[in-house]
Every structure is written in structure tokens, then in C-alpha cells.
């Protein structure tokens, strides 16, 4: 069950990559905006804002993102994007951090660049820091014997399938589209007390907890702390860096 407060716990940290992936897309006057995955909607509300013109079509996987988003004023629907289709006039589609949870999802973006019309833009942008400390310590005690049975049908011990930027390129240019691909690695300050286990908690831990209970969950975490707090430690005025590397694409159909 995804928490839309915990994950705008960060909310500066994961909206900058959203910015900077609407940056590099090129459309003027687009008629229609689609945002795959809009979360709690409040990144959904920004297509408005630079697209005035255009319908905005917002949808999510998950029912509390969704009611979030409808009380923010954006019209989302409950959608799974592997069943989503683009209406004729849609110019413009945002997929932003969601592609992560879709395996095989590459060739759902050849999809989707085969059905949309002449012109329209397709922008995602994917985390690809699954080989990090935060999410092998999470894979490795999810492996231990105490865990292993519980956990394995989460997928958390599997490192998520994403595509370097050649990768999405390669995919994309194969689908006839011109592309813009590159990756960042933004180093984000984090304050306050175990930042990281917070950090995770709104994303990578999300299966963890929806398949453990209650006493579960804190034992699960209580193991899981001390290997974060090892793998980032707190410098002494309180700082955590925590090394987050996004990989984006942006292509245009001809």
C-alpha cells in the first residue's frame, strides 16, 4: 500500500528529476497531457500550469495516490499503465519513476510509441541506483532464513530490470522516435535521524511492509537499521548523503 505522505516526505529531493525531465521535452501547444503514475498529484498540477491549453489525463496504480490526487483537484483515474491507451490526440506522455515496477516494461514503450501520433513526446525517467548499499542491504536480510519464505513472493530480492541510457535509446530509436537519453546521479542531503530507512520506506520497503504485520515490520526494520546507518553514516552536523543515480529518456516520434 503505497503512502502518500511518506513519500512526499522528500518531496524536493523527488520532484527535481521531474523537472528536469519536462525540461527537455519540446512540445508547444500539445493537445492532450497524459501523466502514467501521477502519484498524490501534485507534480500533475505543473502540465496545467505549462500546458494551459491542453487536456491533462492523470492515473495511478494505487487507490490511496489516487484519492490523494483527487483532492488535490486532478482528475485521476485508477490505472494500471500496462493497460493504458492513448487517445488520438495525445502529445505528450510523462511516465515519471514508475517503469521501475513494470518487468518487461520495454516493450511496453515500443508499444506505446507505435500508437501515439506523428509528433508526440514520451518522457520517463526510472531510479537506477538497485545496486546501491540501501537496496542490497534490503535484498540481502530479505535472503536471510528468517525472511526468505515471507518476502520472496514481494520480488524484493530481485534487483529492478532498468535500462542504462543506451539501453533506452537503443529501444526507443528501434521504435522510429528521436532521442535525448542520459542518467544523474544527485547527491541529496538528508537530515535527521536514520534519513535513509525513511527514504526507503516510501518506495523500496513498500512491498516489505504490506507483506509483513505490525511486529514483523518493526523487526524487520530494527535489522534493516544498523546496516543503512553502516552503509551512510551521519557526518557531524547531522548531514546523511545519500549518492541517488535517475536514468531519463525523451523521445519524439517523427
Known sequence: MWDPQQYLAFDNHRSRPFFELLGRIGAQRPRRVVDLGCGPGHLTTTLAERWPGAVVEASDSSPQMVAAARARGVHATLLDVREWE???????????????????????????????????????????????????????????????????????????????PTGYATVLTEAGCAVDAWETTYLQRLTGDDPVLKWVSGTALRPVRDALDDASWDRFVAELTPLLRAAYPQQADGTTWLPFRRVFAVAQKP
Do not use: M, Y
Request: net charge negative; proline share 10%; hydrophobic share 40%.
Open 86 to 164: 492513448p487517445e488520438p490526440d495525445t502529445d505528450v506522455v510523462v511516465c515519471n519513476a514508475v517503469l521501475q515496477w513494470v518487468p518487461g516494461h520495454p516493450a511496453l514503450l515500443t508499444e506505446w510509441a507505435a500508437k501515439l501520433p506523428s509528433g508526440a513526446w514520451l518522457a520517463i525517467q526510472v531510479p537506477g541506483n538497485f545496486d546501491a548499499p540501501s537496496h542490497r542491504s534490503i535484498r540481502e536480510l530479505a535472503a536471510r532464513d528468517d525472511w526468505r519464505e515471507r518476502l520472496e513472493p514481494t520480488g524484493v530480492h530481485s534487483a529492478r530490470n532498468v535500462l542504462d
